[in-house]
């Protein structure tokens, strides 16, 4: 196959390249870039000396057309809302890394992203892709919206819960902290080393745009949930994401049960690891591989469990899950070209 | 005044030592230590030469009641528990910055610490050092038990809205996040480099020796308070503590309302800084200070507020407080020899 | 005294605030901005309330002219050129921090810099500040060059042996390290936290502008000096610099004999502090405060000596440095206001 | 094929087995710990869970040489001594990944290592395996000695410019960093993270290990040098190796003839990587990879070159290179299972 990363300089199209350059079913990356244009794409990235001899293309729909069975899109906001109609009827199968086409109303969209979205019937044909959830919608999808990075953590710590309808609705509170790299490659005065070493900050209060994604989904699950608490804080690393999760039990459980049902709950799924009981992941424990890594425990004292997801954020995150969705969405085994052990230490 | 600090090879006993030798009340420190006898200080904290030439001496009660007015335990826990009643009746304040005095219930301190507890009446005794929620009762103390990194945060972060009955009493969740310096200077695997760098890590979930000592000083403040959620996470950086609570509001009011709220509270505490609206305090800004910031907002769509409060774990957590104290115990200006700025970056 | 900071939303503009708003001798700073005008100073920084209520002030030269007595000058390159001529024969005394100034040769500094310098006349009259080697001078001095950073570890380091010449005069090799807050505060590709966590990189190799300005100063310790060879590497933390030096020998000696002449040579100097036998230190044993540390040893095997000389590149560095030469430049004691710990850890 | 690995469970173990377990022609591991024994891999490394049903077996010979073809050592000073003597004229191959067995001279490796050596007859029949440097005998080890981690990265930076005896065989002096996880994962004062952070550290100067492996390298490539100048800093990172190298020319030359010279040299080696002229290589851009970059550039000031090379400490420095050397020992492609891209950012 073959397959085109627009976006190709940023964060997340440099970790689609280094898992689809070496995935087995994958024959040819083209590589498209708006602020570049034919330059080798080693000088942006002197790491892939020896492993890319491409050059960044320009943007140009008719082209893709013609060369490109699959079309990632790791794009700022906005971009694929223009790009992605453009595909409609087409033959390629777009995989959109943006938030542009993740909520199912425009409404929503506008309020949380502050800027204009795509037309409703485009918001309808696309597919959510959490690749645990939704198996069946993915494998069908031509216009797929990749989950963002702190959703796809909390949902699969929350699903089976939520599912299960064993907690009270309204007492969801999120704690979210990540890496970063999540902030893409842009340089600001937000990830100056100096501004993130030896520091935590809480960023975007009450008012991150993951929020009414993560929101849709468990009302999915569970049509009784309409709103979370969630905050995110920046911690002093590159990569990872860690949703500490607070939610009251409507009855009285235990965490060996609950660990059953999460286990029972991703059987299939061979990208989440359900800790053992007292085990709890940390984010180095998935760091650079496609795994979501989930810790439970019930506080018999407060009636609440804690739960832990943890994430790499540029994988399963964002990359990761991406060439998770394009395996299910192609046929392929799900973990084809991704299946690697994390970096440790 | 003449001082005496009993761990003084401790991060928290150097960090003593930094603050006492330019204290102007301070004519000189004595320092003690356990594991290490006759040496110069400096051979433990070369970063004092020019700055120390004493030597460490070993703990003698009866030469400590001889040549300290006030001596500071800066020790692992346990050691207080023996230390600390021998100079009951003396003329020698002890401010302990260990654990050992702060719960006044005996089966609470050793079902949560897990070993034996001082007799009760030693605790009875002990006066607990939050400075600005105790000040009259610190200022006649002969024995100071010094709050917790986790409780100070905590407790200043939640004691306005709890004192008004603002909240629901059950609704209280902590996620705090520390850095590394608050385990101690020992060498351990859950402190090697590899093992914490790029890593977020939650530990002791629902089991931290600070949750009763929270517990407790919330009750005191509101009596309908008898448990919190509360769990802790280990950061990538050396210092700092940022406490993330979200309470539940029993009414409707607004950020500004409760900001004003906490400024009028926290009016004669020259080390609470209360942000503005929309501000939120990173734990950088009180690096290396006594500072305690903290920042609000009300979530409308919610009901909850999130609270964010900061501090310097070896300062304000530690520190920087017993200071402070020392100070409020002896007459002196809260601030005196205490004042200075963080540094930045 | 009134003392001015020209460029105050700088690191280096911060750190002078932070030392001067202690000093016991300055009764007033005026901060001045180009890019920012009268907003508060804590809108910048934060970590500064309750510490400071100054607001921005434009550069006005009339104004500091009639305001201030001494003014500091934190600024980019070119900007010193442009502001110091102006306050030739006025009474206000100037110590600049940038590179503008501390070349003696104009060509010179048109080589490194690449950009137009100021007219060699006021180069003449600029007095170079490296404390130590020239506390006459700069006791008398109008205008003052406050040294950089790299220069100031690696002159310390190397000026006894030098100065003796007891070394091959065409042997000297630098190899230095900084944290990143010496790039300054404006975010860039290089300052991103994500390029610069977990990476050693080299920069300007063969070209830093540093070179000529630590050539100059040992030819005039030693005047069979003409060059050296010296890089720079990029360090994954905020603050320090360690210039590693090695150096041949021209005739035998020990590690103990140089050790004495260091700490003859140093003998009244409180900023230096020279280590033992076998002990070398690190960049964290000066963090914070205005300590250069220097440690050395002789390699017999080779006929080379290894000297290792860290400082805190934004105190001894920059800021540091330049309140010593304000104290000498005003006839107080070399350490006013000065003289405090590094926080450690 | 079926590998073993002694010392399984430090940061070296750990690593070949992340390698070898995805390598194409290894069918079993079978890891082997003196500390623990029959306990689940995954009990000291999580982040392997689903990756390994593994449990650690007891070192016992006999067994080994039944179920072993090749067996990797990634044990600590000493253990090699005792193991790979009992393995001669076996059918098992021993690829040692400590010092024990690289020096030829035993009286070297005692005077550097400070214990005993294996007997001499033993170190004759080790093959040195630079791999770059001795593949043909490499090719035919039964005992391969897997250099270290900083002569991998200095020998390879040296190693076309010394053959080529284009320098002054005594001006070599190489100024290297390491990441810490070099130092091994037991915990340690050295290793504590708040005495790693935010510092960077000189040790074992003049007295490293590894200073006798490098020289006995390029003696071997130029036999007119017998000494170099050499010195290792800890740097706060867990992982990553620079060595800046400075040597004097003995003639003048460019940097394009230097690196036409490397770019010859280095023609067969697909893990050595030349940048171009005036790039840099960063430690960075060789993470989790077996990649070693090098840049270099003339000073004609000085008539010197620096010459930069960068390695994984963990792969290049010992997984990595131990399985490229596995792959020569075996015939296979010396890249099978080895040439993935490095983690960026």
Redesign the interface.
Known sequence: MKVGIVGATG?GG?ELY?IL??HPHVDECILYSSSEMDVPYTQS???????SDHRLKNIDVEEMKKNVDVLFLATPPGVSSKLSPQFINSDVKIIDLSGDLRLKQKSVYEQWYKRECVEEEILEGAVYGLSELNKVDIANAQLLANPGCFPTATILGLAPVVKQKLIDEKSI?V?A?T???GAG?N???G?????????????K??EHQHIPEIEQALHNLNDSIS???F?T?L??????I?A?I?VSLTETTTTEKLLDLYNEFYSNS?FV?I?KDN???????????N?C?I?L?V?E??G?I?I?A?IDNLMKGAAGQAVQNFNIMNGFEETTGLY??????
Chains 1, 2, 3, 4 share one sequence.
């Open positions: 964060y440099v280094r350059s070496n990235f002197p790491h892939l000396n020896n492993l509170i704690d902290k890496g970063v790299s490659r340089a600001s005065p990830t100056h080393y100096s501004e993130v070493n030896e520091n935590v900050k809480i960023y209060v009450h709103f979370i608490s905050n804080h911690m002093p690393m590159t990569r990872g860690m500490t607070y061979p690891r800790r085990e709890f992941p940390s984010t180095r424990e998935v760091y650079g591989s795994f890594d810790g425990k506080d004292r407060t609440r804690t832990v943890v690697f052990a994390p970096i440790y230490p």
